[in-house]
């Protein structure tokens, strides 16, 4: 019963952090390899800025938030919506130097120490049939939970969803359509960049912040591929899935071949098929 | 005589030999400028400092992995990130040919181009079916997979820090100074420059601008896209073994620890900064990222820089790199090859302004 | 006698270049009133579509850029701006080849376009009047729909934006005649009820010069000749190249030489 709240509470993990690449892949047809680098700064940041505020933790994070963001919005405006007419892999190339840019600041600044990001509710509850839940693990999932209803909700219903869903598609008719597709782009790339602050925050109150916090980024980024890169609905599923797999070669195996299940089951599905559960067959074909 | 009153265009033609001419030298501006080069390359070794030789020899090796890149991504539209691997791959065969079986270098450099190509081979065929960020992402699984084996090799046979590999010789002549390995680098990368444009502008090159434009409409024209994209791996990743297995000769190490992912960006950096589709680009960006890090331990010597500074050399390396992708990015996406063919175009039209509607050579 | 009042739109001495080396249009001017329907009309590669995305705001994806000239749109510069201010001033275009968002369905095609909420259920309500078709097929994703109703939709689209001057690129293009007429004739039905300016481009120049105030024929960048339906259908070199109908025999726009038009144009 606890192995089955751990998988839930890791694939809760795994999928807003696949959020964050997949509004990005729907909106900009970009991987953002910064992804990763903009959760340990955010990381870093969150538990520094905790202790340099003081009193209640919320205070400090809702600020984090804010400034992701914010953040999410700048990145755009500066760098990626300049890159517009530019073939996809130029755009990658720049967000893995922002990676790299974001990752050199915070071992400037930080130095690789291991920190951990502080939510002021420590306790353990236990519910009925022996599950035991730490207040960290129980936030997690109600965060989750809260975050992928308002992001499913915005998308399908909103008007500014569905704007953003027609830019998706197709951004030149959308801008015809009188869709200003620079502030929806720059939406997503602030929802997305959102996302990072908030499991930057979740994670790195679970988990802790250290250097290798960019590696389960990259998990992620299998979960949104075996998802479907640029579908929303797969990444529960996917995100579910990997947590099982991994977390079933954890028990069972060892630990080291449970790093490496999201690549291999990621290899699996680019072999057989490549657009994951939901995503779109665009990029496909058959010779 | 009469005074002419006209000016023959620097880029008129009028016989289809001097229509088929490699590119490079087709206009007396250009081939002044490939004479002044070939000087610069003769003379090079005698002016500058042993620093700035090994600084030029290794941007000499990266360029020809540059060049073999910016056929299979740039020419050919098919996104790599399976370079460090590749280039693993030569470094690695050399090494075991030449310490366990010591095979001598005019075998061991054409079997990492024979190695290079089988692995090609293998990573162009999720192309047949994968296209874009896909292939990249199988060209990744396939660096991941390649640097796995290498690095099992180096652990295995006992060396920690690298598999050390003698200098290639032929009976007693050893080529070791690294003033002699200038010219032999640049007479490979002449001759894979020359080998590269030939290819370009005959049909396997035709059919690789076929295929990156549009290649549905490719394959209805009658091109066997199958096996044109995995002849572009083959061909790139066989020079890729080759030019792998050179840096390992010049080196005299073969270490894992050097090709990581970091390694693939900095080629597809140096393809981007450089010119995608120009093998001018790829020198010129060549030329860019290998000195990158180097003017920054120039800078920090110049400086005399604190000594806690030089602790996070390594960030800052980093973020200098990150810094100047961005900025090339940003400020010219299509490269220095683009800047260069806009300065060549300015003085071949002067004094006009436009060129008719043409083809657009690029 | 012409009122004081300026043209709807105005274009002037446009010059558009492509990649910073190839001219497409080489010193256009014209201007449309407000209420008439304008024809470009011409043969592939005259620079029509060109000066119609200059127009829309198009052209910054193409590596064009406007290097002279300017379009003037109700005494305002539209050089240079971005597709959706373009729109939000009162132009809306009908793309080539009925582009619509294909992953939405006809009733969200529909909805995206609006932009002014208060008008919403009424426009749509006057649009599914025109085209019933689209109506019954309101809930089903755009893709799905047939070549004709996607016409009707990308137009549909276009007068939710509550346009002034709607911009037609090319509406007879795979669409089988009696179902052009039909849509000719919903589009100049909708032209009455809106008050719209209409600028149309053309190859079918039966389909133009039947429905226009007034038409241009563009070769190669530039206006070469323009005036009524009438002085066009007249000239016999209009009617020997875009209409197909030569004194001494069928002769199409294919028949004669690049050069030999141009002379005819000019000398």
Redesign the interface.
Known sequence: MNFLASVIVTSALYAMMASGFVVIYRASRVLNFAYGDVILLAGYLASTMAGFIGGSSVISHMIILFAAFLFGLVIYTLLIKPM??QPAYSTIILTVALGILMQAFAVLTWRGQMKSVRLDWRAYIVFAGGLRLSSTEIIIIVTASAYFIALFSFYQFS?TG??M??TA??P???????????FVTGLAWAISIFSAGLTAILAGANYGVSLFIGHVAIKAFAVALVGGLDSLRGIIPAAFLIALAELTANTYVNPRLANTIPFIIMIIVLMTRPWGFFG?EEEIERV | MKKKNYQKSSYLKTSIISDMAIIAFDTPFRRIWAVVGLLIIAVFPFLVTPFFMHIANLIAIASIGAMALNLLSGNAGLLSLGQAGFLASGAFTTAIMTVNFSMPFWVTIPAAGVVGAILGFIAGLPSLRLKGIYLGLSTLAMHYVITYACSEYQFWSGSNFGIVIKPPSIGPLVLADDRVWHYFLWIFVGIVGIFITNLLRTRPGRAWTAIRNRDIAAEVMGINIGYYKVLAFVVSTAIIGMAGSIYVYYTKVASIEEYSFILTISYLAMIISGGMRSVLGSLMGAFLITSLPYSLIYLFGLFEVSGVLKDYFFSLQSALFGLVIIVFLLVEPLGLAEIWRRVR?YFELWPFR?????I?KR | METQKEALLVVNKLEV?Y?????AIQGVSFQISEGQVFALIGANGAGKTTTLRTI???L??D?AYITDGEVRFMGERLNGL???KI??RGI??V?ERS??????TTE??L???I?RAGTQKEMERKTYEYFPKLHERRKHLAGLLSGGERQMLAMG?ALL?SPKLLLVDELSLGLAPILVTHLVNTLMQIKQDFGLTILMVEQNAVVALNTADYAAVMENGRIVFDGTPERLLSHQDVREFYLGLHETGEKSYRDVKQYRRSRRWWG
């Open positions: 517009a007419g008007k569905r704007q869903r027609a598609e197709n030149l008719l959308a801008s015809q359509r009188s869709v200003n597709i620079y779109t | 175009v436009y060129k008719p509607l043409s657009i | 270049v990649f910073h080396v190839s001219t829309s705001g198009f910054g994806s590596n971005s597709p959706y729109t939000s809306a275009l793309p582009k619509v968002f294909e992953t939405l969200e095609n909805a995206v376009s932009s689209q934006c």
